[in-house]
């Protein structure tokens, strides 16, 4: 079984979902250090008419906590605010019959920002009508290389699925490791994350369903 992993994102990128649609199972693991103003894990961007939009959920506390332990600051009007953008937006876009069903996620005061993240992943897994089972797991834990060995042996998969970026981190002792734990590693060599920067939000609302899943 091919399995592979990430951290629940904000409004996740295509590469996200490129990893997810390609895996037997996909899991998203929760019990992971929390990147304040860094990486996905609280924001994305769209593409606006004369420059990008960062879509940031407001949150609480510092950096060292996990991602599982993040509350959101729901005493700022974020959510009102960012739905009138992104609807705004994308109003006459060519995928806008996906807004009220994106634009739900909105709706609901969320109190943590894994729920609202793995909400948004969700919607666009069901939309992109992605069959890959997904877990959110809340206990599995590691250093990068021992995360990859315990996702694979909780779960039973002899094969983990990376994008490319795993290059920056697994070299060929950490290879080694994994090949004695009888583990196989395939790379997605398609850089889907440099190709296209946004939000899988922006690709879906101005190319539509059947451009994300032929680029995916």
């Given at each position: 079984?091919?399995?592979?992993?990430h951290?629940?994102?904000f409004?996740?990128?295509?590469?996200?979902?490129?990893?997810?649609?390609?895996?037997?199972?996909?899991?998203?693991?929760?019990?992971?250090?929390?990147?304040?103003?860094?990486?996905?894990?609280?924001?994305?961007?769209?593409?606006?008419?004369n420059?990008?939009?960062?879509?940031?959920?407001?949150v609480?506390?510092?950096?060292?906590q996990?991602?599982s332990?993040?509350?959101i600051?729901n005493?700022?009007?974020w959510?009102?605010?960012?739905?009138?953008?992104?609807?705004l937006?994308?109003?006459?876009?060519?995928?806008?019959?996906?807004?009220?069903?994106?634009?739900?996620?909105y709706?609901?005061?969320?109190?943590?920002?894994v729920?609202?993240?793995?909400?948004?992943?969700?919607?666009f897994?069901?939309?992109?009508?992605?069959?890959?089972p997904?877990?959110i797991?809340?206990?599995?834990?590691?250093?990068r290389?021992?995360?990859?060995i315990?996702?694979?042996?909780k779960?039973?998969?002899?094969t983990?699925l990376?994008?490319?970026?795993?290059k920056?981190?697994?070299?060929?002792?950490?290879?080694?490791?994994?090949?004695?734990?009888?583990i196989?590693?395939?790379?997605?060599?398609?850089?889907?994350?440099?190709m296209?920067p946004?939000?899988?939000?922006?690709?879906l609302?101005?190319?539509?369903?059947?451009w994300?899943l032929?680029?995916?």
């Amino acid at each position: 079984m091919i399995i592979a992993a990430h951290q629940p994102n904000f409004l996740p990128n295509l590469a996200f979902f490129s990893k997810m649609k390609s895996a037997d199972k996909f899991v998203i693991i929760t019990n992971l250090q929390f990147e304040k103003h860094e990486g996905w894990q609280q924001r994305h961007k769209i593409k606006g008419p004369n420059n990008d939009i960062w879509l940031t959920v407001p949150v609480l506390g510092s950096q060292n906590q996990k991602i599982s332990d993040v509350k959101i600051n729901n005493q700022i009007n974020w959510r009102q605010k960012q739905s009138k953008t992104i609807a705004l937006t994308y109003a006459k876009s060519k995928g806008r019959a996906f807004l009220p069903k994106i634009l739900g996620i909105y709706e609901k005061q969320w109190e943590r920002l894994v729920d609202i993240n793995c909400a948004s992943i969700l919607i666009f897994k069901d939309i992109l009508a992605i069959k890959t089972p997904v877990v959110i797991d809340e206990e599995v834990s590691g250093n990068r290389q021992e995360l990859l060995i315990n996702i694979c042996k909780k779960y039973g998969a002899d094969t983990y699925l990376s994008g490319v970026g795993v290059k920056l981190y697994l070299d060929a002792r950490k290879m080694a490791e994994l090949k004695r734990n009888r583990i196989k590693h395939k790379i997605i060599e398609k850089n889907l994350t440099a190709m296209y920067p946004y939000s899988s939000l922006h690709y879906l609302l101005t190319e539509g369903k059947d451009w994300v899943l032929n680029v995916i």
